[in-house]
């Protein structure tokens, strides 16, 4: 099904009432239209990440003169756009990542989707898109959600992927912003995004090509940062890494799609948890801000599961480097390294190649180390509905 945009948006013709300003995004005037045969859900057990797509999308438009479209629920199906289009063109395309989750009550529940909105509307600015309400768009997400419910798979790890997208759709070869839009929502149930098991992924540190820079646009969900990465990442796979480790200089980034943290033992006993700061290379990660807030927690206002009280997190933002790395791994005091993100939730990472050689991280059983496997564990529960903290599982009502 063909989802036909407009050639010329900015001529209206003659017999057309101009509006007095463009129309808001209004979730309440969506239109649905449901598939005449609905799609066989495949087992769990085969689902690939990002493979299978529902049966549904939503999708609405923004052009100058009328502003946002009514907003249409409808077939999932192919969109159709002038190839001049900004998107093509400029690589004017933002999207999220969130997830849905079927709770104890049966209802179908998001993960601090405030979040994604608030980041989305940061990226969509980066990149001089169109602006909307993002509590329109996020009752539209619900709405989504709730039709497709029979998709959002129950076992432990699995969970609807849900791909709010904004491309610019100006069809203009002129170097300029885009001044219209196709905004869309399509979701994919999914299984665990690596298919290691309990093997933590290992990662290559790159130093010679850089994911993000400063001033640049690694803080934003911009499609136009993913495409660089895939060449390294290509040639860290021929020496047997599962993703590359992200360097600036000395400085370690990110892991892959990932954010990135460590344990770190201290003197007295105690245990940092360290992460880079969000120094506009860094993408600031719904996961990463959830981890970073639950460490914190531990011991003093709750107890992470499997962690004894006695173990006392110090949760921090701080530059780290390759040359730290190393060192701490030689004096036997890093514990554990793992990377977080909306699609992996926690990973663990085992061994991590720099010039030549592995820094090497201590095993553990089922893969993730007692930290990382402790904030796993609270973040799916919260996911879930299995444990409730500060409204961070919203029900799609």
Not at 18 to 30: H, N, T
Request: proline content about 8%; overall charge neutral.
């Amino acid at each position: 099904m063909a989802i036909t945009q407009t050639p010329d948006v900015n001529v209206a013709p003659a017999s057309a009432t101009i509006p007095a300003q463009p129309a808001e995004l209004d979730a309440s005037k969506v239109v649905f239209t449901r598939a005449s045969e609905l799609k066989a859900v495949p087992p769990a057990t085969e689902l690939k990440f990002g493979q299978v797509m529902t049966d549904h999308m939503m999708v609405v438009s923004y052009d100058p003169i009328h502003g946002w479209s009514t907003p249409e629920i409808k077939p999932y199906g192919p969109l159709s756009l002038d190839p001049a289009s900004s998107c093509f063109q400029y690589a004017t395309n933002v999207f999220e990542g969130m997830k849905a989750y079927v709770g104890p009550d049966g209802r179908p529940r998001l993960f601090r989707p405030n979040k994604n909105m608030d980041r989305m509307t940061t990226s969509a600015g980066r990149v001089a898109l169109p602006p909307f309400d993002t509590n329109e768009l996020l009752k539209l997400i619900k709405r989504l959600v709730a039709l497709e419910q029979r998709w959002i798979p129950t076992q432990k790890g699995h969970s609807l992927y849900i791909r709010p997208t904004i491309i610019g759709t100006r069809s203009s070869l002129g170097v300029a912003a885009s001044d219209s839009a196709v905004l869309y929502v399509i979701c994919s149930p999914t299984g665990p995004y690596f298919r290691t098991g309990a093997r933590p992924v290992s990662l290559l540190a790159i130093g010679e090509t850089v994911r993000a820079w400063p001033g640049g646009t690694g803080g934003y969900k911009l499609a136009l940062n993913y495409a660089p990465t895939f060449k390294p990442q290509q040639y860290a796979a021929k020496l047997g890494y599962d993703q590359c480790l992200w360097l600036l200089g000395e400085k370690v980034t990110e892991a892959g799609a990932m954010n990135f943290f460590v344990v770190v033992q201290r003197d007295d006993g105690d245990l940092d948890v360290y992460t880079p700061p969000l120094d506009g290379t860094i993408l600031p990660g719904v996961t990463r801000d959830s981890v970073l807030a639950l460490a914190a927690t531990h011991p003093s206002r709750m107890t992470l599961p499997h962690l004894p009280a006695s173990t006392r997190l110090h949760p921090s933002e701080r530059e780290l480097t390759i040359t730290e790395l190393t060192t701490w791994a030689q004096e036997g005091r890093l514990l554990e390294a793992f990377g977080v993100g909306t699609a992996v939730v926690v990973a663990a990472i085992g061994r991590i190649g720099y010039q030549g050689k592995d820094i090497v991280l201590p095993t553990h059983e089922g893969g993730l180390g007692p930290v990382g496997r402790a904030l796993y564990e609270r973040i799916t529960e919260i996911q879930d509905g299995k444990f409730e903290w500060e409204d961070w599982s919203v029900v799609c009502e």
